[in-house]
């Protein structure tokens, strides 16, 4: 059903979570100081009421509003949910955080929650200039949180770095637009232009000559380099490392997470709901479109893959190291866009989220103020003076390697296993190379993730590490990332089963 009206209703979440923003900045105008709790409880408050407001839009067949370019189906609410949760987390670790590293509390939280405003646009896009909005959003508010430490060079260079690659990279993105949007416009047959996914897949669909058109390829082509840089694939990947490294460890937990998701949602939203999915309907030279897509996304995907796994191993920072790994599962990521599974994407992100938020909440406490100690060397034999962290830190390397029983394990086998059958219904045999790569791989990341173990249980105790003092409010968030893990991994059924609805619903809509 679609709506040209204006449905307020069907952007609530997004404007719970931009007049969040707006009070934080007001109140912290208003105050002398405002205190890190309060920051805290109005952006967790406000979270909580987005989210609450996804759940009682949950079940829609895909009405749309704003004239089309907001979308309301349950592939846009299951992401929105990634979305609340990646931020709700980041802002637990960040609470004690904020404060011992004497940063403005208002402007961070206030950040944060701009940047959620943006990665939910990004999923609610009908519109290929609405996720252009949604992405610049973020990205506006990523740069400057990375850049947050102002004091410190290193994530000065990271905020210019990224600020600099990420405007090039949109470039390519808007070019890649332009293309898509000139060549869906057939003054003959459509004598309105548009850039309107719905509209373009139904267009590419009922003209399967659009798909022989150099502009559309091109389209394509310049539109899969501007999300290959937010994802990190690559060749476009060389940002993520110094960024990761260099921006606060909060920030690189939600950049990791939070951005990297959001973009993975409009690639899915592009290339599988609309270019796919019009593969499915169209003839003539469909295929030979879909055949070049397909085949440059795997040259991506093991390129991807290949890079992030070998180059992580001789790494000795414990956040560059994860930043090769988070290249690494970019790379899985994009075989489930490949095989034109969102589910299997959609499942992933949400496992690795989990994970990887986890994963830095850890290393946000052992850095200690000003990221000192993010040495791998500076986890050696701590296993036992913080049997805690040391415990939760390996079960979220031991997941992101993928061993059984965790949302890691799970998260892998989903999109491997989409891959095979994709390959297997089309003939594509690239599809099952593309696979055993990435099997290859997988055993390859267990090199690096094994190492921080063993660092931490049997080597030699690092000289003058103590035991930090863990904040509630950290605790809560590692002790949600573990549950959440592990449900992922031992009882999936309830989320797949929902994926498996939603995946239904759009397909038969």
């Not at 430490?149 to 993105?173: C, H, P, V, W």
């Not at 990297?260 to 796919?276: D, G, Q």
């Not at 001789?314 to 489930?336: D, E, P």
Request: proline share 3%.
């Amino acid at each position: 059903m679609e709506s040209l009206g204006i449905d307020y209703q069907s952007i609530l979440p997004e404007t719970i979570t931009a007049s969040v923003a707006v009070l934080i900045m007001m109140i912290d105008a208003i105050a002398r100081k405002i205190e890190r709790r309060v920051a805290g409880a109005v952006s967790l408050l406000g979270l909580i009421a987005a989210a609450v407001s996804v759940v009682s839009m949950w079940g829609n067949s895909g009405r749309t509003s704003f004239k089309g370019m907001i979308i309301v189906d349950d592939f846009r609410l299951f992401f929105a949910m990634i979305f609340l949760i990646v931020t709700f987390l980041t802002v637990l670790i960040s609470l004690r955080w904020v404060e011992d590293e004497s940063l403005p509390i208002g402007e961070y939280f206030a950040l944060l929650m701009f940047a959620t405003t943006g990665m939910l646009l990004m999923s609610a896009a009908n519109d290929l200039v609405m996720i252009f909005l949604g992405l610049e959003i973020t990205s506006i508010s990523t740069y400057v949180l990375c850049g947050y430490r102002r004091r410190d060079l290193r994530s000065n260079e990271s905020a210019m770095k990224y600020f600099i690659l990420g405007s090039f990279s949109t470039a390519f993105l808007l070019y890649g637009i332009a293309f898509v949007y000139g060549a869906t416009y057939n003054p003959a047959a459509n004598p309105v232009a548009t850039t309107n996914l719905l509209l373009i897949k139904e267009r590419i669909a009922t003209s399967g000559q659009l798909f022989s058109t150099p502009m559309l390829l091109a389209g394509a082509a310049m539109m899969i380099v501007g999300f290959g840089f937010k994802v990190a694939t690559a060749p476009f990947h060389v940002w993520s490392p110094d960024v990761y490294e260099g921006a606060p460890t909060p920030v690189t937990a939600f950049l990791s997470t939070g951005s990297k998701a959001a973009a993975f949602a409009s690639f899915s939203r592009v290339f599988i709901l609309t270019f796919a999915s019009a593969s499915l309907a169209a003839t003539g030279a469909l295929h030979n479109f879909q055949g070049t897509v397909t085949d440059a996304l795997v040259v991506m995907a093991i390129l991807t893959m290949t890079i992030g796994n070998l180059v992580a191993i001789v790494q000795s920072n414990i956040k560059r190291m994860l930043a090769y790994s988070s290249i690494a599962h970019a790379g899985y990521a994009l075989i489930g866009i490949i095989a034109g599974d969102w589910r299997a994407v959609a499942f992933y992100l949400l496992s690795y989220v989990l994970i990887n938020i986890g994963a830095f909440g850890v290393i946000e406490l052992i850095a200690r103020r000003g990221d000192k100690r993010v040495e791998i060397s500076d986890y050696a034999g701590i296993g036992f003076q913080s049997l805690g962290l040391s415990s939760a830190l390996s079960l979220f390397l031991l997941s992101l390697a993928g061993i059984p029983l965790t949302g890691g394990f799970v998260a892998k086998l989903l999109v491997f296993k989409s891959a095979w059958a994709a390959g297997s219904v089309s003939g594509n045999s690239s599809l099952h190379v593309l696979v055993i790569i990435a099997v290859i791989n997988s055993a390859i990341s267990w090199y690096y993730y094994l190492r921080v173990i063993v660092a931490m249980f049997f080597a030699e105790p690092a000289s003058g590490f103590k035991a930090p003092t863990v904040a509630r409010s950290t605790a809560a968030a590692i002790v949600l990332a573990l549950l959440g893990t592990l449900y992922l991994g031992i009882l999936p059924g309830r989320v797949l089963d929902t994926l498996e609805r939603a995946r239904d619903q759009i397909t038969h809509k």
